[in-house]
């Protein structure tokens, strides 16, 4: 199996922290300052996140590829309104809201795995999607079709791959010269298209259904789209922030459930433990037993551990965007001067913790775990924080307390545990799922159905 240039370049970002807490680099025309401890990240981005919170000039990611408009990379300016509206994601009414959406999508993701458990990693985009689907779109998947899904995955996993990639990027400058001079302009341009090409199609019919007060609740209808919101962009970039959102939140939580199976099959005594919990509260015998769901947030707290122990241990997003400086900055006894990038090294901060090589959800177990960006930084920091993470947290919650309640899993060949293959539309790594008994197959067949007549019944 092919190993990912993202999986080498993961492996290289630990070695970082022998040089100490901070590695500079120069990149072309730009200078990026790694952040390898909490300590440092902690001091300059969050201390300073006044002056910390810039995107590079980024032609070709930014530009061609984002049609300077995907929300996460855009620069001050034309980002600020935007990162306004996305509060409201991270609203504590609306989450509960989106936890039963969450726990109904995924009924859908365990019926997915008794049907077709060979395609457990297609199951987990169709699941992280269609969390995000509703809550931004307000609408489920269920017409949508297995290529447009593989378009919107491909889109986002292309425009993942496009940054740091193109040398350009690393030499904004170039980018000034005549467009003929440019023979790489083409082939992102076709991309940045291909990819707008993709967004309007997911958007348009909502977008119309939203027009006509025919939508159901939804971050486009409520928030973009509400005229009370007073939401100052256009419709093109209404539609760049909301597939945006979808597009950042959907491949984070599928690259994290794919790294969550990883950390299972390497490490079953973990799963058992966490087992041990789910059965104690949901019980064993067929007559008391019921699915995990939501309301046992606060009672398995080791699921939360696993989700901050996956993060670190394998980080999803292991260099956090880099946070470009305004102005100089005197920080501790360093210098330095207006324009560098600060990027987080999530792989060497995760190394920064005792027995850093271990799996061990119970490091996480102070009674802070519940909170998925203390002492973390999975998900950067400053005004950019990702606005997502609470959104996050209950859709990896509710997906893997419920997968360790009903299957049972064992790697179904050779593995690797650094080598994790997210950006592939094909199995990852070897895996093999079974339901855990006819019980729980039952339990997930009953609830499941009770699910669709109660959608069929409120229309
Ligand atoms: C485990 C899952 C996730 C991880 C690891 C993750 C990680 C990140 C990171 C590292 C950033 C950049 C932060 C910075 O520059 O400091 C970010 C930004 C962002 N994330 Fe997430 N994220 C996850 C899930 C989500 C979800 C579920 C959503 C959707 C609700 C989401 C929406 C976004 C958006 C829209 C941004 C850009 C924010 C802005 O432009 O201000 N993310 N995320």
Redesign the pocket.
């Known amino acids: 199996m092919a190993t990912y240039i993202t999986d080498i370049l993961a492996g290289k970002l630990g070695s970082m922290l022998q040089y100490g807490e901070m590695t500079t680099l120069h990149l072309g025309s730009q200078t990026w300052i790694l952040l390898n401890t909490k300590e440092v990240a902690e001091a300059i ?1 969050h201390k300073n996140g006044r002056i910390t919170n810039e995107r590079p000039e980024m032609p070709i990611a930014g530009g061609l590829v984002s049609h300077d408009k995907r ?2 990379i ?1 620069q001050t300016k034309h ?1 600020t309104e ?2 306004r509206v ?1 509060h409201h ?1 991270l609203s504590g009414s609306v989450l509960k809201t989106y936890g039963s959406w969450q726990e109904s999508a995924s009924l859908q993701l365990l019926s997915s795995y008794l049907d077709d458990p060979e395609r457990w990693f297609a199951h987990h985009f169709r699941y992280s999607l269609d969390v ?1 689907y509703r ?2 779109m307000g609408d489920d998947l269920i017409n949508k079709t297995q290529a447009e899904l593989d378009d919107f995955q491909q889109a986002g996993m292309e425009f993942v791959r496009s940054l740091a990639q193109s040398m350009i990027d690393f030499f904004p400058i170039l980018d000034k010269i005549p467009a003929f001079m440019q023979p790489w302009r083409l082939y992102w341009k076709d991309m940045g298209d291909r990819h707008r090409k993709v967004m309007v199609d997911w958007w348009q019919p909502v977008y119309a259904q939203v027009q006509a007060g025919m939508a159901g609740p939804s971050f486009v209808r409520d928030t973009l789209l509400n005229p009370d919101m007073k939401y100052k962009g256009n419709e093109e970039e209404a539609m760049y922030l909301a597939v ?3 597009t ?3 491949d ?2 599928r ?2 459930l794919n790294t969550f199976i990883m950390s299972m099959i390497d490490n079953p005594a973990h799963f058992a433990i966490a087992r041990a919990q789910l059965d104690k509260v949901c019980g064993v015998s067929s007559q008391s037993m019921r699915l995990p769901g939501m309301q046992d947030f606060e009672q398995l707290p080791y699921i939360s551990a696993i989700i901050k122990e996956v ?1 670190r241990w394998r ?3 292991p260099l ?2 880099p ?1 470009q400086l305004t102005e100089d900055l005197q920080c501790k006894h360093y210098f330095f001067p207006a324009g560098v990038s600060f990027v ?1 090294n999530n792989v060497a901060i995760g190394q920064g913790v005792p027995e850093w090589d271990t799996y061990d959800p119970a490091r996480w177990l102070d009674g802070t775990e519940s909170n998925l960006i203390y002492n973390h930084w ?5 005004r ?6 609470r ?2 947290h209950q ?2 919650w509710i997906a893997i307390a419920r997968l360790i309640f009903c299957f049972d899993l064992i790697p179904a060949g050779e593995y690797n545990t650094r080598v994790l293959n997210h950006v592939s539309l094909e199995e990852p790594f070897p895996v093999k799922f079974s339901a855990r008994s006819e019980v729980h197959k039952a339990l997930i067949r009953v609830a499941a159905n009770a699910e669709v007549e109660k959608e069929k019944a409120n229309g």
């Open positions: 981005i929300t996460v855009r980002w935007g990162r996305m994601l995000l809550v931004v945006s959102v979808m950042a939140g959907g984070n939580t690259m994290s993060l980080p999803t997003v956090v965007p946070h987080i999975a998900f950067g920091g400053g950019r924080i990702c606005v997502g993470y959104i996050a859709a990896l």
